[in-house]
């Protein structure tokens, strides 16, 4: 997982029906646009397939979790991710 295009995570195994907590923020937001999260898969066929991108965006500040989805290549991964204010 990229987070304004520098890995965040990666180098894990994520099995089927898997949970991973990833918590390696807290990240900054650092202008009023939306930021980009890209997420990519490395198996043994294709060592990078693009599963997809998605906008964060400060206008969900303080509405609790979201939800992104990412089913590039035939992968089908769900990610929650939380954006709070600066003063939580």
Do not use: C
Not at 74 to 80: E, I, M, R
Request: hydrophobic share 35%; charged share 25%.
């Amino acid at each position: 997982m990229d987070f304004r295009g520098q890995r965040v995570w990666g180098r894990g195994d994520i099995n089927n029906g898997a949970v991973i907590n990833v918590n390696n923020g807290p990240f900054t937001m650092v202008n009023s646009g939306a930021d980009v999260v890209s997420m990519w898969d490395k198996d043994d066929f294709d060592p990078d397939d693009h599963l997809g991108d998605f906008h964060i965006s400060p206008a969900v500040s303080g509405r609790g979790e979201q939800v992104a989805v990412f089913r590039g290549d035939g992968a089908h991964y769900t990610l929650t991710y939380e954006v709070r204010p600066d003063n939580w």
